[in-house]
Structure formats: C-alpha cells, structure tokens
C-alpha cells in the first residue's frame, strides 16, 4: 500500500529505472500524494497512476489524481469496461460512466435492476433475495450499503435467515474493536475520548511508558491528560499528542460457518486488511478459521479483543476495486452519483 510505502525506509542501494504502479489513485489524499511524490523524486522511480476520476475519491483532503489531469499531466485513457458481460447491464455503467445518469437510470429500470421498497422492508428483500441463492452463487454475490450503520443491519438480517436456514453452526461471543474515526486534530484533544475506549499506539514511546502495537483502556481523563490501563493493570497518565489508533470495544456474536474479515494488517500474523476467513470450529475459547484465499487455518483466541468484523456485507467505498458476478444494493438517499456508479459497476452479470 501507498501508506506502507511512505512509513518504510529507503533501501540502501537504491534500484536504478523503477516504475511504482498506483491502483486506485482516484483514493490518494493531496498530502499522501505529495509525500509519494516526493519519495519518487528521491529514489528517481517514474509513478503511473491508474484509476478513474468518476469513482470514489480520497477520505482526506484533496484529489489530486483529477488535479492532476487538469493541469495538463500526461494522460492516456481506457475507454472500454471489460467488467460487465452482460451487455444490457453495460450499457447501463457505460452511461453513467459519462454522465448520462438518468439514461443509465431508465437502462436499469428496463432489465429489471431496480425494486422501488419502503426503508422499512429494504433488508428484509435484499435478506430474501441472498437466501434464494445457491451456496456458490452467494460466493460470487456482493451485498452493498451505503452506510456501516446499514451494513450491520444488513448482515443482522441475513445471518438472521442463515440461522433459520441451517447455515451457521455453534455460537461464541467475541469482542470486536472497531476503528473511531477520529481526524489527527481530534485525536489530539482528550474530549474526543470516551471511557473505555481502546488506545493502540503506531510506534513507541518509551518516555511516556507506552508500546506500538499493544492496547491500552481509557480508564480516567481530564483537559489535557489520558489514564490508561495496560494488560498487566498498569495505569498510565499521558498527554493525547502521540500517533495512535483509538477502538472501541463492540460483543459480536460469531458462528461456525461464519464469513469474517480482518480490518488491520498484522505482518507477525500474517493478516491482511479486508482478508476473508471462515470460521470452522468453535471449541471452548478458541475458533478455528480457514482462509479463503488460501487452505490456511488458524486458531483465534475468543477472549482476546480482535480487529475483525463480518464479510457478508461491504459498504461501497470498501468495495471499489472488487469484481463480482451479482451486487445487491441497498441504494438510498446517503449515496451520491460517484458511490451509485462504484456500486452498479462491480457486477459482472446482473445488479
């Protein structure tokens, strides 16, 4: 990854005539792209930046991939989507693609892509229309939403109906940390915490007593000071002004048969961000998991907190990237024009 990157240090031999590939360089921030600009400038790589300035941009500041064109960088252009098989369903994504949004619209209305529901029995359809799939074609299906708080109740319904089906096995409760997503400047400032809340600091620090990698709990906290518990029950009395991820603790019920995903690179372990496991046992406190890119198994201890989450579901921007033979979309009023086409366009068949 881009971030990956910019964090490493150089080589010491610098390879000469490099060539760095950006996929998705539509998602580059204008400060991440600076910074990787310049780290090219220094060891003399050419970038290549591949992506599409129609689709989702970057979470911070700045899109300098469209900035970029605009100001007359050199440009060539893929003009044919080789996604869609089906070619009713292309030429609805190629009139989108350019602009033509209401035609595209009528182009999905005429296949049949389109169910107009109340907000009230959306994820109980789209639940219907998941279980009515055979077992390999939901391998081969994206279920999207255009908000996490959708994409929980999304895949609340359908684990709900697997569960009726026969589909998931023995039970076990896990807790989840799940990212706050707090800017830089808010992660400075003690308000933006909450009791409870779960400190990771991203490198150490050894005269405030804290470790990269390890979590510690908010237990106390005044105007400009955090108190912090570790593992061993040792508090900690930090100022906020060090680079860390915060977490907060979520009991999630998980199932054997259960398709999970991990939200944090862990290099030791050899995890991946958005790598999809399932989950083959559940005896005692542990779970045994099979990785889906691989026959890879391995045992995940219950009673440790996890950076994992549910797979049956992606929020759109997640998604950007994906390939998929059916999208079923929950589409309301929180997607805009760029996040309707990331989300149309995923699917080789039919959405």
């Known amino acids: 990854t881009v971030a990956s990157l910019l964090v490493s240090e150089p080589a010491p031999l610098i390879e000469s005539n490099q060539i760095w590939i950006v996929d998705e360089a539509g998602l580059l921030s204008a400060k991440d792209a600076h910074a990787l600009l310049e780290r090219a400038t220094t060891e003399g790589a050419r970038l290549l930046l591949v992506g599409d300035t129609k689709q989702l941009s970057a979470v911070e500041a700045g899109n300098p991939f469209k900035s970029l064109q605009q100001a007359g960088i050199k440009t060539a252009h893929l003009t044919q989507s080789n996604r869609q098989r089906n070619p009713d369903l ?10 033509r949004v209401e035609a595209g619209f009528k182009q999905l209305e005429t296949i049949g892509s389109i169910q107009e529901v109340s907000p009230d029995t959306t994820r109980e359809i789209i639940a219907a229309d998941y279980i009515g ?3 390999e074609q939901r391998a081969r299906t994206l279920v999207l939403a255009g908000t996490n ?6 895949t609340q319904a359908i684990r709900g109906k697997l569960k009726i089906e026969g589909s998931l096995g023995a039970t076990a409760n896990i807790t989840q940390l799940q990212a706050l997503n707090l800017t830089k400047v808010q992660l400075r400032y003690t308000h933006n915490f909450e009791l409870g809340n779960v400190v990771m600091p991203t490198r150490n620090y050894k005269r405030r007593g804290l470790e990269k990698g390890k979590l510690y709990e908010v237990v106390g906290k005044n105007t400009d000071r955090l108190i ?16 860390k991820a915060v977490y907060q603790r ?19 372990l ?11 046992a559940i005896e005692g406190d542990s779970a045994q998991i099979q990785y889906l890119d691989s026959n890879r198994t391995e045992t995940i201890n219950l009673k440790q907190a996890q950076n994992l989450d549910y797979a049956l579901v992606s929020t759109i921007y997640s998604s950007q990237g994906k390939t998929t033979d059916l999208a079923l979309i929950a589409a309301d009023y929180t997607i805009g024009q760029e996040s309707f086409y990331v989300a149309i366009s995923r699917a080789r068949h039919n959405v």
Not at 90 to 99: C, E, H, M, S
């Open 90 to 99: 292309k030429i609805a994504v190629d009139l989108i693609a350019d602009g």
């Open 133 to 135: 799939l055979t077992k």
């Open 149 to 154: 708080v959708e994409k929980l109740a999304l």
């Open 228 to 243: 912090l518990k570790a593992d061993d029950g040792k508090q900690l009395e930090v100022d906020a002004n060090f680079d």
């Open 250 to 268: 979520e009991q999630i019920e998980i199932a054997v048969s259960d398709r999970l995903q991990w939200k944090k690179n862990d290099r030791q």
């Open 270 to 280: 050899q995890r991946r961000n958005g790598q999809e496991f399932v989950v083959t």
